[in-house]
């Protein structure tokens, strides 16, 4: 069911669907959940190549308020991930997606918070980050953190971390394949946009040029046209750094959502 939303906020992510369509970046596809409700995303995270994440087809949902940008969306994962920085149920603990108040005891700068001028493009480059370079220092995940931090402080000699990865790497193979989807395991493929596809050819999902020429002359359309076109957008570089931090907190309750 769609929300009832005000116009200011469906404008907006009306606006950055269509951004992450005509400038797509590499390693992730965005789709609706539901092409009526622009509130609601599905993203796909293909692992990137030359990390444990490589070979990876992680799922997630993004769901954005009401009050967008102006409040933070949510993200959670909806594969089985083990890091030291995303709770059990899924949600991903980073600054971005904190609300911007005040709070000292917290451990967080304002600015590490977010604030309207972010997007999903910066949350999306935040997260693979995030999956790269956890935050051990605030940990949503305590065993996770532990054994991430015996795992890089042997340089890897303490493969148990490393193994619990790869098996859920391994274990999205399957879903990869359900949804005809390819995932890129080299840098070559990994840096190459990804495409829409139509809806008849749904079993290649990457590597083609994302759009025609003609279709920068659809630029001027009404806004209704232009969320009938978007559907799904690629996006982004294992090798960008997004500079955020990730802060949690103990006082945590058992759905996984902070305490305020």
């Known amino acids: 069911m769609a929300h009832h939303a005000t116009p200011s906020s469906q ?16 390693g992730f596809r965005i789709t609706l959940v539901e092409e009526s409700d622009l509130y609601n995303w599905e993203v796909a995270i293909f692992g990137p190549p030359n990390t444990l994440y490589e070979g990876g087809y992680f799922k997630a949902h993004i769901k954005f308020p009401v009050d967008y940008p102006y409040s933070p969306p949510t993200f959670r994962f909806l594969t089985k991930m083990w890091h030291p ?19 000292p005891q917290s451990g967080e700068l304002p600015s ?11 949350i999306l480059l935040s997260v693979i980050s995030l999956l790269n370079e956890p935050n051990t220092f605030s940990p949503a995940n305590v065993d996770a953190s532990v054994m991430f931090r015996k795992w890089r402080d042997s340089k890897g000699k303490d493969k148990e971390y490393a ?3 790869r098996k859920q790497v391994m274990s999205t193979v399957a879903e990869a394949e359900r949804d005809g989807v390819k995932v890129p395991t080299t840098l070559a493929e990994y840096c190459v946009q990804t495409r829409v596809p139509s809806q008849d050819s749904s079993s290649d999902l990457l590597y083609d040029d994302l759009y025609d020429d003609d279709m920068e002359e659809e630029d001027d359309e009404e806004d209704e046209s232009e969320m009938e076109s978007v559907g799904e957008a690629g996006g982004l570089s294992a090798v960008e750094e997004s500079g955020t ?9 058992d759905s996984g959502n902070e305490d305020s």
């Open 11 to 26: 404008k907006a992510l009306m606006m950055e669907l269509k951004s992450l369509q005509e400038q797509p970046v590499e």
């Open 85 to 103: 920085n995303i709770y059990e149920n899924g949600d991903v603990c980073i600054s971005i997606l904190h609300p911007p108040v005040d709070d």
């Open 112 to 122: 590490e918070r977010w604030n309207p001028t972010q997007n999903v493009r910066t």
């Open 163 to 165: 193994e619990i990865i």
């Open 245 to 253: 931090s990730s802060r949690c907190y103990d006082n945590q309750d």
